[in-house]
């Protein structure tokens, strides 16, 4: 049986569609990933030091800075609340500049920094293997995806 031309324009045009939602999410996943991870990928001529926090809120733990080397220390900085604070921790963490907000630095800050890609690349496979029908390669997106959240799980 053969198809109409309109029948492969529908195919063609449903697969740029979804090839756009999976672009959408991708880049989705790095920008909002990218807010915090530039801090530690591009940490280079930032202030370094230790947080010690010392109190939670809903949103925020606030802590002291003690500098790792010529940054100026501080009484009060803060962090984002996560699993990845605990109220008495010391976490390694860079400042973000011209504010007193840091961000976790090392393997779990790093990884940490990463979790939207991971959710994002999880989202992306479900529309690569369902509607793109790529399975292989919705496998190995989602494969990706798990392993970045499983990696921060565990560093965490």
């Known amino acids: 049986m ?23 999410l991708l880049v989705a996943g790095v920008l909002s990933s990218w807010s915090s991870a530039q801090h530690i990928v591009l940490a280079k001529g930032r202030e370094h030091g230790t947080m010690t926090v010392t109190g939670c809120g809903a949103d925020v733990c606030t802590g002291s800075f003690a500098p790792a080397d010529d940054a100026t220390a501080r009484a009060r900085v803060r962090v984002e609340k996560s699993v990845a604070v605990r109220k008495g921790g010391r976490y390694p963490v ?25 959710g994002a690349l999880l989202l992306a496979a479900l529309v690569i293997g369902g509607g793109l029908r790529l399975t292989r390669t ?19």
């Open 2 to 24: 053969k198809r109409s031309t309109s029948h492969r324009a529908l195919l063609y045009g449903r697969s740029a569609a979804l090839g756009c939602v999976v672009l959408l």
């Open 94 to 118: 860079v400042v973000k500049p011209g504010t007193d907000v840091v961000v976790r630095t090392g393997l779990p800050g790093f990884l940490h920094a990463w979790v939207p890609l991971g």
């Open 138 to 156: 919705a496998w190995g997106t989602g494969i990706a995806g798990a392993v970045l959240l499983v990696a921060t799980f565990i560093a965490l």
